[in-house]
């Protein structure tokens, strides 16, 4: 072994620790240090696994010590190290930094199969909940809620993955779940082929008339790439697919409208039929899923679902669905006499038989008749700093807190990268530090991946010897970047981008949780954890709050209110049409997961188009095959989910609707409204049951009237 100062430093990645040193963390510190951690921590959770092995076959007691704070501290020291990699893996890519990831990622994921997996660790869980459960109260062995619901959801998580199960059912649940692995592979990849197989190559002007140039180029783009090398946006030829980019944009603008008929139903029809089938997929995902649902003790997948989220029951999502679905059903059937009214006037056949594919268009034609936003000509008026400032300042007001500027105080990845800190606001502890956050705020195409997000760089928590270590938070937008002496001019969605994951920010950051699986976001329910980041967004949509910032970065003249007005007619547009929309995949979702099954005398399908005839109020055509691309419940995550986004859209609307009822033009009560959803919904992150959480905000459990009224579904 060599001594010497070269050797004795920690390498960073291994540091586990404190703010990251970002420019120490290369490709290659990747490949030579994350090998040395996750052996490090196999060695460590083995030998975890044998302490508590013989504990329990002692038949000894056990404590929150030595199962639960060893089990957190091995998460702990991968979350920090990974989460760096991947963190600048998103800000700061290069083709070395992605092999180092992708070298890496297998062995993080079967480090987290281990031990969510092990058979010692569930048992250790199972004695330390029934220790709780018989103990005397006030004794040792005695959990605090915090601490119950810490276990609680471990224990869940590990039973779900089949960790209680047994010989042969065990044996079947792990060849169950190998399969749909790789039939949810399947189904995506077939969307995906289908999506790409189809195209449509454009040639004369006639056919792409009511295009804007935009879509033009990126027609042309694709022609280039398909072989036509002199394809130009102004002679063509134009190569159509069926990707959102380009058929979002030609649905809504094309005056073909046969052209718009092929490629709606060569969209709608995508994986429908051989080569690229996924029909039988479909029934088999949904057997599969019913039998491991009965291994695990439960009557069906959606059951599985909810076990893990807000939502009590089936039954309560229907009644949240159909209180949505009511509403905005008489609102769509207005909506669409309104397009037809609107082709009437402009003497289009189609008025007297609207088909679907006419939806989009007539939409962006009343759209622009009704009141012409031109979201482009508003960016003079949110530069970044003013948006910041305006931010930061509804923070001051409504949660008493004072955000700091203190670039310089941390190491950041590039020299964009903002930082600062946040105190708190008034009172005995008035200026004391709360958190940190850096601000990653414009686009860098091709080293920073797309969209936005917040993460966790630290999250709140005591050091082995008491001191506190507080909340960081990451945040990244994609904003273009100030060019010369211009700021960076954000769009009114950017501005409602960045209040969102600033909102993901709050609750991280403000939580007064001290254990960290239950501290910020960590513990909270998926159809929960959306409720701080889209009630930030309500008040971009607050005219104090929008007017107030919004002023032109030269002039300094205000938003006129003219453009206010359009924002608010924008938010509400075809509202109705939308919500139905939502409630369409959720409501399918749903059932397809909780009354579906093979004996069930009906297909798939059948049961969609059964629940199409309240939930549209356009049928579905015959080639509608939506469920062979329903990737998100049948490819990704959100089997017996989907319904989570409008759950968590009621809940922030309705939390938003306290500040309403009690003024938004009366300050006190509004600060002491901010005050109280500052110590409950961002407070108290994942150490509460939501319900209690938000019934402590609110005094009641959710209602679905202020989300009806905020999406313009309420008759005026
Ligand atoms: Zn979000």
């Known amino acids: 072994m060599t001594t010497g100062p070269a050797s004795t430093a920690i390498p960073e990645l291994l540091r586990g620790e404190g703010?990251?040193?970002?420019?120490?963390?290369?490709?290659?510190?990747?490949?030579?240090?994350?090998?040395?951690?996750?052996a490090q921590l196999e060695a460590e959770l083995t030998a975890l696994e044998q302490q508590l092995g013989a504990a329990l076959d002692s038949g000894s007691a056990l404590s929150w010590s030595q199962v639960m704070d060893p089990l957190q501290r091995l998460g702990e020291r991968l979350r920090w190290s990974w989460g760096v990699v991947s963190h600048l893996n998103g800000v700061c890519n290069s083709p070395e930094l992605r092999?180092?990831?992708?070298?890496?990622q297998a062995a993080v994921v079967s480090f987290g199969n281990r031990a969510g997996q092990s058979q010692v660790i569930f048992r250790a869980l199972e004695t330390l909940q029934r220790q709780h459960q018989e103990a005397a109260a006030g004794t040792a062995a005695q959990l605090d809620p915090t601490q119950q619901r810490?276990?609680?959801?471990?224990?869940?998580?590990?039973?779900?993955?089949?960790?209680?199960?047994?010989?042969?059912?065990?044996?079947a649940f792990n060849a169950a779940s190998q399969e749909l692995a790789e039939l949810s592979t399947r189904f995506g990849n077939q969307v995906l082929?289908?999506?790409?197989?189809?195209?449509l190559r454009l040639t004369s002007p006639g056919e792409i008339e009511g295009l804007p140039t935009s879509l033009l180029e990126q027609l042309a783009q694709a022609a280039r790439g398909a072989g036509d090398a002199e394809a130009t946006a102004e002679a063509g030829p134009w190569l159509l697919g069926l990707d959102m980019p380009r058929y979002a944009p030609f649905m809504k603008y094309s005056r073909r409208?046969?052209?718009?008929?092929q490629l709606y139903k060569a969209h709608v029809s995508r994986a429908s039929g051989a080569p690229l089938n996924n029909w039988p997929l479909i029934e088999r995902i949904l057997t599969l899923r019913g039998e491991q649902a009965r291994r695990l003790g439960y009557d069906n997948w959606a059951q599985v679902s909810l076990a893990a989220k807000m939502a009590d029951s089936v039954d309560a999502v229907e009644r949240l669905l159909e209180d949505l679905r009511a509403a905005a059903f008489p609102?769509?059937?207005?909506?669409?006499?309104?397009?037809?009214?609107?082709?009437?006037?402009?003497?289009?056949?189609?008025?007297?038989?609207?088909?679907?594919?006419?939806?989009?268009?007539?939409?962006?034609?009343?759209r622009q008749e009704s009141f012409d936003l031109d979201s482009e000509a508003l960016r003079p008026y949110f530069p970044l700093p003013r948006v910041l400032d305006g931010l930061f300042s509804l923070c001051g007001r409504l949660f008493d807190i004072r955000i700091k500027a203190t670039d310089g105080e941390a190491p950041v990845w590039h020299p964009d990268v903002r930082f600062f800190q946040v105190l708190e606001g008034s009172g005995a502890r008035a200026g004391e530090p709360i958190a940190a956050f850096y601000l990653d705020p414009y686009s860098r195409p091709g080293s920073k991946r797309g969209g936005a997000w917040m993460d966790e760089c630290l999250v709140r928590s005591r050091k082995a010897d008491g001191t506190p270590v507080l909340p960081v938070a990451y945040l990244v937008c994609n904003q273009s970047p100030p060019v010369a002496d211009t700021p960076s001019l954000m769009s009114f969605e950017e501005v409602e981008t960045l209040f969102h994951e600033f909102g993901h920010g709050l609750?991280?950051?403000?939580?007064?949780?001290?254990?960290?699986?239950?501290?910020?976001?960590?513990?909270?329910?998926?159809?929960?954890?959306?409720?701080?980041?889209?009630?930030?967004?309500?008040?971009?949509?607050?005219?104090?709050?929008?007017?107030g910032m919004a002023?032109?970065?030269?002039?300094?003249?205000?938003?006129?209110?003219?453009?206010?007005?359009?924002?608010?007619?924008?938010?509400?547009?075809?509202?109705?049409?939308?919500?139905?929309?939502?409630?369409?995949?959720?409501?399918?979702?749903?059932?397809?997961?909780?009354?579906?099954?093979?004996?069930?005398g009906q297909t798939p399908e059948q049961l969609r188009r059964q629940i199409a005839t309240t939930t549209t109020v356009l049928a579905p055509i015959d080639e509608d095959a939506f469920l062979c691309s329903f990737g998100h419940i049948f490819a990704g995550g959100y089997s017996a989910g989907y319904y989570s986004y409008k759950w968590a859209e009621v809940l922030s609307a309705d939390a938003f609707g306290a500040f309403e009822e009690v003024g938004l033009e009366n300050e006190q009560q509004i600060r002491d409204t901010g005050r109280r959803f500052r110590d409950t919904v961002l407070s108290l992150g994942g150490s509460l049951d939501p319900k209690a959480v938000f019934e402590a905000f609110r005094g009641r459990q959710p209602s679905t009237e202020a989300l009806i009224r905020h999406s313009g579904l309420v008759a005026v």
């Open 19 to 38: 703010l990251p040193a970002f420019e120490a963390i290369t490709p290659e510190a990747v490949t030579a240090h994350i090998p040395e951690l996750m």
């Open 99 to 104: 092999d180092a990831h992708a070298s890496q």
């Open 150 to 171: 810490i276990l609680a959801a471990e224990l869940r998580d590990m039973q779900l993955r089949g960790v209680g199960l047994g010989g042969e059912a065990q044996e």
């Open 193 to 199: 082929d289908a999506t790409n197989a189809f195209s």
């Open 257 to 261: 409208r046969d052209l718009r008929e």
């Open 331 to 366: 609102v769509a059937q207005q909506e669409l006499e309104a397009l037809r009214a609107c082709a009437d006037r402009h003497g289009a056949p189609e008025a007297e038989d609207l088909q679907p594919w006419d939806i989009s268009y007539w939409a962006e034609v009343l």
């Open 507 to 547: 609750q991280h950051m403000l939580t007064t949780v001290e254990r960290p699986q239950a501290a910020g976001i960590n513990g909270v329910e998926w159809d929960a954890v959306e409720l701080p980041s889209q009630f930030m967004e309500n008040w971009c949509y607050d005219r104090a709050t929008l007017l």
């Open 551 to 600: 002023h032109h970065w030269q002039s300094g003249e205000p938003l006129p209110q003219q453009e206010f007005s359009k924002l608010q007619a924008a938010r509400t547009f075809m509202g109705g049409a939308a919500t139905l929309r939502q409630v369409h995949f959720a409501l399918t979702d749903l059932r397809l997961h909780s009354q579906w099954h093979p004996g069930c």
